[in-house]
């Protein structure tokens, strides 16, 4: 049995083949975040090279005004359900066209204030997932639009990175989701290794090359290198 197994073995490795790519180094996530709405820069909590949760408050536009029609939209709701529930207890005894006025004022209230918190709630801009801050582009007091995306910080992953392989695109039909891919990071001379997870559909008109993804750790975004992949 260990003699079969030691001939499959080499049978496999006889069929495998190793495929030439080279790589970029990019972050798994990133993003560009930008206000919904437009206003004035208020407050900036984070800058370049902060290191952020996922919900962290980053930024806040100027909204002392929508935060007094929120109070002012909850009194409002206070004293509408007060009314509507005073003349639930007599419903029976008052007309109906009179009872659905309080109750159209108590939803009208409800859907007033959820609107006016909708509002404050884009005054703040939030992490969307835990990474780093790797640029500011707006200061305290600088105007942004919602309509012309005033772009104010840029975000990624902290440490999940991905490689971005490139090679011939006559292995197109070799290359499988799955395959080990064996590689050096230019300046290093350890070699990793990692897994092909995606392929990409389509074939760069210009290079020729297809693409596929592996994911790594730890690297800085921008670095490069070059490896084997290792056909099953």
């Given at each position: 049995m260990?003699?079969i197994?030691?001939?499959?073995c080499?049978v ?12 970029d180094?990019?972050a798994?996530k990133?993003?560009?975040l930008?206000?919904?709405t437009?206003?004035?820069i208020?407050?900036?909590n ?7 949760k996922?919900?962290?408050?980053l930024?806040?536009?100027l ?6 029609i929120?109070?002012?939209?909850k009194v409002a ?14 419903q029976q ?10 109750a159209?004022?108590?939803?009208n209230?409800?859907?007033q204030?959820?609107y006016?918190e909708t509002l404050?709630?884009k ?19 600088d105007v ?6 005033t ?6 992953s902290?440490n999940?990175?991905?490689l971005i392989?490139k ?5 197109h039909?070799?290359v ?5 891919f064996k ?11 990692g ?8 074939i ?7 693409l596929?993804?592996?994911?790594a ?7 490069f ?6 056909t099953k």
């Open positions: 260990k003699k197994v030691f001939l499959l080499i496999l490795q006889l069929n495998a083949e190793e495929i030439y790519a080279t790589f180094i990019e798994q990133s993003a560009s930008a206000f919904s437009s206003g004035i208020g407050k900036m984070v800058d370049i090279g902060s290191t952020v996922k919900e962290e408050l930024a806040e536009l909204n002392d005004d929508i935060k007094a929120v109070e002012v939209s709701l206070k004293y509408a359900k007060s009314d509507y529930e005073r003349q639930k207890k007599v005894h008052i007309n109906e066209s009179l009872f659905d006025s309080y159209y004022k108590y939803d209230a409800k859907v204030l959820k006016q404050l709630d005054t703040y801009l939030r992490a969307p997932f835990d990474g780093i801050i790797t640029a500011k582009r707006v200061e305290i007091g942004v639009s919602g309509q012309m995306i772009e104010v910080f840029d975000i990624q902290l999940t990175r991905k392989l090679f011939d695109q006559k292995y039909q070799k499988k989701v799955g395959d080990t590689y050096k990071v230019d300046g290093d001379d350890i070699t990793y290794s897994i092909i997870y995606k392929i990409y559909p389509t760069e008109s210009k290079s020729r090359k297809m596929a993804e592996v994911k750790q730890s690297f800085p975004v921008g670095l290198g070059d490896g084997y992949i290792t």
